[in-house]
């Protein structure tokens, strides 16, 4: 069975502050895909970005960067000089190969930037 | 090229009654998941979908709710006799045919209120 953990459920920061989000996620497969999803108040789901398990290269888009390392089986994510619209709930998810590709979410980290 | 389209966005029902949910995938998708997000909660799956088949329902509750994926027209989740606890945003994403894409494009979610 697979599983994702976000063990932070609430962090606020202060504008232009850098933030991390945890992720740990358990698989027994060798091949499975890492994503984060964004869900600001209006409740829609945006996704980010998605990692296959042979590329642990670390990726920047912007003010968004993602550390994936298996050694700790952990897919984090920053967000640098944080800002207000960065408000939401973010989700780590998980799919693994041949897993009828059904999404298994963490719980989430609501995230709370204040000017 | 229209995202997946889920209506009503908002629903409400009063206890006892039905909820008809409706997902139309993304042009040329044939598979069709759907979440379920309790109130502070992450997503769970409930259902995977591809025309006229079941694939996967491990997640979906015994009793009361069914979903189907038709040859023609949208897919549709139903909950019979709907109760305060079926209270959620219940979120429908898709895939393209081919195997391996891994993945999944959710559409705004419907969310459901039951008085």
């Known amino acids: 069975a697979q599983k994702v953990t976000q063990a932070q459920t609430e962090i606020s920061v202060v504008e232009k502050e850098d933030v991390t989000l945890d992720c740990v996620y358990e698989?027994?497969?060798?091949?499975?895909?890492l994503f984060w999803y964004k869900q600001p108040p209006s409740g829609e789901l945006v996704f980010l970005i998605r990692r296959n398990s042979f590329d642990e290269q670390n990726e920047i888009s912007g003010r968004y960067s993602w550390n994936f390392q298996k050694s700790t089986s952990s897919f984090n994510f920053t967000i640098t000089a944080s800002q207000v619209v960065d408000s939401a709930v973010y989700f780590c998810?998980?799919?693994?190969?041949?897993?009828?590709?059904?999404?298994?979410f963490g719980t989430g980290t609501k995230l709370q930037v204040i000017p | 090229n229209a995202g997946v389209m889920q209506n009503p966005r908002h629903l409400v029902r009063r206890r006892g009654q039905e909820a008809r949910l409706r997902c139309s995938p993304m042009k040329g998708h044939s598979h069709v998941y759907w979440y379920r997000q309790l109130p502070e909660e992450g997503l769970k799956f409930m259902v995977y979908l591809q025309k006229e088949n079941i694939i996967d329902e491990s997640g979906m509750p015994k009793e009361r709710f069914s979903a189907e994926f038709p040859k023609e027209g949208p897919s549709i989740l139903r909950i019979q006799q709907v109760v305060r606890g079926d209270s959620a945003a219940y979120f429908c994403?898709?895939?393209?045919?081919?195997?391996?894409?891994?993945?999944?494009?959710f559409g705004p979610g419907t969310r459901l209120t039951v008085t």
């Open positions: 994403a898709s895939s393209p045919p081919r195997t391996g894409s891994y993945e999944q494009y």
């Open positions: 998810a998980l799919i693994v190969s041949g897993g009828y590709q059904k999404v298994t």
């Open positions: 698989t027994r497969d060798t091949t499975y895909y």
